[in-house]
């Protein structure tokens, strides 16, 4: 390897820095990174990044970052090439051509990752206020759109080991910029790093952040363990002596050690739990690292044995793993002299993925462990998709990018307003969806869309990272057209129930207008223009006078009862009849009613009942007894009103009478609608006796009036109406 790295001739610091970076690297991937390092020399020269940092130093210590996580060759190359696509000229072939695909793909994702800077910028400026709820979310879905803008999920691990790259060079240069970088870190990439388990990562991120932006806060946590180091260490010494001893003697092979300390997950331990240092029980901690799960728990045990548990101390993150997967044994202990420890016990598996986290996945193509390691592979690969739900593919061969793209998950998609808020919505969602979900209002008045500047259809599909500008109306409001499913306007449920409560809304106002002139008209007729509508809607069995008009738009009180609610209800009533059950013709069909004899029976045109309907009859003046559905909506405001007129009555026998029933019909209105339905009607043998259609807005609202012999008929009849093209809905009237 040095041969190749040598015969480039970079500098001894180069030289050196390459050699770290290729450990484990065969000898054609050694060539390929110092062919990389050569080219990166070339393309960034002495330049420098906004923090003054040169770009190639930069590019190696990323790199360097890189090789600790035991990525691959490609994610080490592309480190080194990280920022080509500023500063070579045809970036994209020339990396193809001479590095691959991947890494070319890899150096890209990293471009556009770029694009989102000011983004991260502005987030963690604005929370480092005091941080409303709508910032703490924006915040979180910006993170998740750091995700969903890559197709590799090694571009966000090179994101990352640039951060903390940046982070080491900035320790000696206080100032704003690195504020604003460190509190960029702590909001958006720490979380990041936690989530793929990237565990070392995540720990510097944080305790760089933690130093540069409460210096006096993390001075004072480290001083206290500065002076508890020489009685610590060696505590922890004569803790993990005792411990191989009891292990060895029981046939245990384990590795020992102490675990390092994390100054800001302290602070965190302290603030959240709001104890003093002497209280974290993790300042004094060993890890146990042992062959088999099994081991783990007879290790807890011993553990148990030697020392007093504390509780509420343990966690058993084997069975019930964490969300990013991490899985260890915790358990906090007293020993003799009163002094906590706190023992991790895990397998070594369980400790590369702690310390690596997604990292990790890349060991085994290298290494030749993929066949033997496939249980616990698509374990992890689950979990991934389960706690992301961003990415459906870890690029790890083409088996396994197969596998993850025919399991995508990646329902989601991030756009931008043009104030650079970013939006989230279900993928496929268009740029009316868009419009709806920043306002309902919006999304009425939407006639227009621009999409990175250019105007586009408002069904267009929408992709992440995408910046959105809405074009409206001063009035106005939707189209029918945006609810036909084939057009593709609306994506999203909320979005069309947006759409048709706002159709809902204009009909009821139809109705409501309607309505009153049927109303106004009736007092008129009576003479009575002054009277109460409140009153007269109470008397009625209606909550308000806007009831009272749209009850009478939908014919469910007719003008009969208006006019008997005005005069109070007074007409006598007939005498009250004898009670004996006869038969009673209706058409060919009988129906048992209980009343006296030669009391004619007629069915209610209101709700025109047929078997097997529920019914019920109503004594009225001088015309029988009405027969009515028992729900009909007429018949509860005449029972409500004079519930000593109800009537039992059922269906008799049944015989070849046929039955009057309403249909309602609504439709995307088109040339030949009307031919279909009477076709389906015609073929049915359904006789039509009234129809009465009407067309606005697209859409036509078809009423008919038709005879058949019963609820079945009607049954089979409505859902052939569903079948016909452009049917939006068929139901009884």
């Not at 990752?113 to 924006?138: K, V, Y």
């Not at 593709?488 to 009909?507: C, E, H, I, M, N």
């Not at 009343?595 to 025109?608: A, H, P, W, Y």
């Amino acid at each position: 390897m040095v041969s190749v790295v040598h015969s480039l001739k970079p500098s001894s610091g180069e030289a050196e820095a390459l050699e770290r970076l290729c450990v484990g690297l065969p000898d054609a991937a050694v060539a390929r990174a110092a062919e990389a390092l050569a080219l990166a020399r070339d393309a960034y020269g002495e330049k420098q990044l906004g923090t003054g940092e040169g770009i190639l130093q930069h590019a190696l210590g990323m790199a360097l970052i890189v090789a600790s996580l035991d990525l691959d060759a490609d994610a080490r190359i592309a480190a080194l090439l990280f920022a080509a696509s500023d500063h070579l000229p045809e970036c994209g072939e020339r990396l193809k051509v001479g590095f691959g695909d991947t890494v070319a793909g890899l150096v890209d994702g990293l471009h556009r990752l770029g694009s989102l800077r000011p983004l991260t910028r502005a987030a963690a400026g604005a929370g480092s206020g005091a941080g409303s709820g709508e910032m703490r979310t924006q915040t979180e879905i910006l993170r998740k759109m750091l995700l969903a803008m890559v197709d590799d999920i090694r571009v966000v691990m090179l994101r990352l080991a640039s951060r903390v790259q940046t982070l080491r060079f900035l320790n000696g240069q206080p100032g704003a910029l690195r504020d604003e970088m460190a509190r960029e870190s702590q909001l958006i990439y720490a979380p990041l790093a936690n989530r793929l388990g990237i565990w070392h990562v995540k720990w510097e991120l944080e305790d760089l952040s933690f130093r540069y932006l409460e210096p006096e806060t993390y001075k004072r946590i480290a001083t206290m363990l500065d002076e508890k180091r020489s009685e610590r260490e060696g505590f922890i010494a004569a803790a993990v002596a005792r411990l191989k001893v009891e292990l060895g003697a029981v046939g245990v092979a384990a590795e020992i050690h102490g675990r390092p300390k994390h100054i800001y997950s302290i602070w965190n331990k302290m603030r959240g739990k709001d104890i003093d240092f002497d209280r974290v029980y993790d300042v004094r901690a060993v890890r146990i690292i042992v062959p088999e799960i099994k081991d783990c728990y007879t290790v807890l045990g011993i553990v148990h044995h030697l020392w007093q548990p504390i509780h509420g101390e343990f966690d058993d993150y084997i069975s019930h793993p964490k969300g990013n997967f991490y899985r260890s044994l915790h358990t906090a202990v007293e020993v003799e002299d009163g002094r906590s420890l706190e023992v991790q016990i895990r397998t070594p598996e369980m400790h590369e993925h702690a310390e690596l986290g997604v990292a990790a996945h890349w060991r085994y193509k290298e290494s030749g462990k993929s066949v033997k390691a496939a249980g616990a592979y698509e374990d992890k690969i689950s979990w991934l998709r389960q706690l992301l739900s961003w990415r459906d593919e870890i690029a790890d061969s083409a088996e396994w990018v197969q596998q993850f793209k025919q399991a995508a998950l990646d329902d989601t998609v991030y756009v931008l307003t043009p104030q650079d808020k970013v939006i989230d919505l279900p993928r496929g969602a268009t740029a009316l969806d868009f419009a709806y979900r920043l306002h309902t209002d919006l999304g009425h008045r939407c006639r227009g869309a621009r999409v990175d500047g250019h105007m586009v259809p408002l069904n267009t599909a929408l992709q992440n990272g995408q910046r959105v500008e809405v074009v409206t109306v001063k009035s106005g409001g939707p189209s029918r057209d945006w609810l036909n499913p084939t057009q593709g306007y609306l994506a999203t449920p909320r979005a069309r129930s947006k759409v048709k409560q706002w159709f809902a809304a204009q009909d009821e106002a139809e109705m409501l207008a309607q309505g009153r002139g049927l109303v106004t008209r009736e007092l008129q007729r009576e003479g009575q223009t002054q009277a109460n509508l409140d009153e007269l809607a109470d008397k009625l069995g209606l909550k308000s006078a806007e009831a009272l008009f749209l009850a009478a738009a939908r014919g469910e009180v007719g003008l009969r009862a208006i006019d008997v609610a005005l005069r109070g209800g007074a007409e006598p009533l007939p005498p009250e009849p004898e009670i004996q059950t006869r038969k009673s013709r209706a058409g060919d069909s009988q129906i048992l009613i209980v009343g006296v004899d030669k009391l004619m029976t007629r069915v209610g045109t209101c709700c025109k009942p047929m078997p097997p309907d529920a019914i019920t009859g109503f004594v009225t003046r001088g015309k029988g007894i009405s027969i009515h559905r028992i729900e009909c909506s007429n018949f509860r405001n005449m029972a409500a009103r004079n519930p000593e007129r109800v009537i039992d009555a059922t269906w008799g026998e049944r015989g070849t009478t046929v039955y009057s029933a309403g249909l309602t019909v609504d439709a995307g209105d088109r040339q030949g609608l009307l031919r279909d339905i009477s076709d389906i009607l015609s073929r049915e043998k359904i006789n039509v006796t009234a129809v009465n259609t009407q067309s606005k807005a697209g859409i036509a609202h078809m009423n008919f009036v038709i005879e058949l012999s019963g609820a079945e008929a009607l049954a089979r009849v409505l859902s052939l109406l569903h079948e016909v093209p452009g049917v939006l809905s068929a139901r009884r009237s």
